[in-house]
């Protein structure tokens, strides 16, 4: 079955960008979606097909997916930021979720 | 603006079968465009998809989990249904939700989730 690896943890500095990073084998070849997930909340959509952003996601936010890892980037990262951040992609009639990367901004 | 909310028993004892609806609103769920999923999340655990249901009836399932679930739906009520059986401690999570976009699959939106808790 496929996988998807995230780090764990993120750190960044308020005001600094952060990268996220979701590995797959060939993943460049699939569709990358990203979800954020704040404490108690159910996930937000926060850019699908690897780099194009809902209406209402901030510009900050954004995706790109080559070879073997997507990134979610987020610049001039702020408090609110702060949440768990998870990839999604479908493979062979199976959807699978990255295992989440905490975002902590100091 | 379509929303999703999430309805069942929050206890359910082991071996027995869990049922959740979601019900939709704002939006129809005979639509083309849409596949309508369950994912669920134990606590401080990342997210699982279940599985998923087109308007026709056609389902997908995780294969983890496929020799215990089934999701229907009943577009006369905008609603679709989860049944997971034989379950056990290792199924309490919170359970959502969510349509996603044919095709591509992303999810948007969500509901808000609802806990169920396996114990005796």
């Known amino acids: 079955s496929y996988e998807l690896t995230q780090p764990l943890s993120v750190s960044v500095a308020l005001g600094q960008t952060a990268r996220i990073t979701c590995g797959g084998n060939?993943?460049?070849?699939?569709?990358v979606h990203w979800y954020q997930q704040k404490p108690g909340q159910a996930p937000v959509l926060v850019i699908y097909?690897?780099?194009n952003r809902p209406s209402g996601i901030p510009e900050r936010f954004s995706g790109s997916n080559s070879g073997n890892t997507a990134t979610l980037t987020i610049s001039r990262a702020q408090a609110g930021d702060e949440a768990d951040y998870y990839c999604?992609?479908?493979?062979?009639?199976?959807?699978?979720f990255g295992g989440g990367t905490k975002l902590t901004v100091l | 603006q379509v929303q999703l909310q999430e309805s069942g028993p929050g206890l359910v004892k082991p071996s027995q079968t869990l049922s959740l609806t979601c019900t939709v609103s704002?939006?129809?769920?005979?639509?083309?465009?849409?596949?309508w999923s369950w994912i669920r999340q134990p606590a401080g655990k990342g997210l699982e998809w279940i599985g998923r249901?087109?308007?026709?009836?056609?389902?997908n399932y995780n294969p983890s989990l496929k020799s215990r679930v089934t999701i229907s739906v009943d577009t006369s009520k905008n609603q679709f249904s989860l049944k997971l059986s034989s379950v056990t401690a290792a199924d309490t999570a919170v359970y959502y939700c969510?349509?996603?976009?044919?095709?591509?699959?992303?999810?948007?939106?969500w509901g808000q989730g609802t806990l169920v808790t396996v114990s005796s």
């Open positions: 969510a349509r996603a976009v044919v095709v591509y699959n992303w999810f948007d939106p």
């Open positions: 704002g939006g129809s769920i005979s639509s083309g465009s849409y596949y």
């Open positions: 249901i087109y308007t026709s009836g056609s389902t």
């Open positions: 060939n993943i460049g070849s699939k569709n």
């Open positions: 097909r690897d780099s």
């Open positions: 999604q992609v479908w493979d062979s009639s199976s959807l699978v």
